[in-house]
């Protein structure tokens, strides 16, 4: 639950990037990081292997400005989407608010989205969360792809819940901040 606090007036929103490895999880956070002014954004903290696979988390702070009065921190991260991380990947879901699910949206990669769905299904549920009460929205990366899947396969693959979904080219940015003021927008929603 997003933690508020009424004296110093200040929200804190926990968003988690999950998804399958390879996805685009990291480089949806380099690119926030890259197009906001440092006063409005934190350090990006990777934990990662010299691969740029992520080890741990991805870790970046943002100040989105007020909402009636309230000042707005995110707090953005992603797991680790490699299949033996699954430690990591339930911690980093403890205290989450919103959660952006990132699928590849390559043909290869199919049942990978739909198995890390459905890890994400059984993470939650060790916090009592399920996808009908935790706010969450779909985004489908890599768009560019020659062999991507067709937006109504992938929604019916994934998408059984009609949670908003975005298209994107994470690489090139596109898609990457329409998919983050909908789950902010759905996590403030629901404070109110
Ligand atoms: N073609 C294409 N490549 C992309 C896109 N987004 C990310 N990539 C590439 O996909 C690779 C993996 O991206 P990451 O962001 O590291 O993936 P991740 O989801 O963080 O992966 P893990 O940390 O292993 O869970 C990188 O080489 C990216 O440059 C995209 O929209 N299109
Ligand atoms: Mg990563």
Wanted: net charge neutral; aromatic share 8%.
């Amino acid at each position: 639950m997003a933690l508020v606090n009424y004296a110093a007036r200040e929200i804190n929103c926990k968003i988690v990037y999950y998804g399958t490895g390879l996805g685009g999880k990291t480089t949806n956070l380099k690119y926030i990081h890259s197009q906001l002014a440092p006063t409005t954004r934190g350090e990006l903290i990777s934990l990662a292997t010299e691969t740029e696979r992520t080890l741990f988390f991805d870790f970046l702070p943002l100040d989105l400005g007020s909402v009636q009065g309230f000042k707005t921190r995110f707090s953005l991260y992603t797991v680790p989407g490699q299949v033996e991380y699954n430690a990591s990947r339930k911690l980093i879901l403890n205290g989450v608010d919103g959660i952006i699910f990132v699928a590849d949206s390559d043909v290869m990669r199919s049942r990978e989205n739909q198995e890390s769905l459905q890890n994400m299904i059984d993470n939650l549920s060790e916090y009592s969360l399920t996808l009908d009460n935790i706010p969450w929205v779909l985004q489908y990366n890599k768009r560019d792809l020659a062999n991507a899947l067709p937006i109504e396969r992938l929604e019916k693959e994934l998408n059984t819940k009609g949670v908003p979904s975005f298209e994107a080219v994470a690489s090139e940015g596109l898609g990457v901040f329409a998919t983050l003021k909908a789950i902010s927008k759905l996590i403030l929603n629901r404070l109110q």
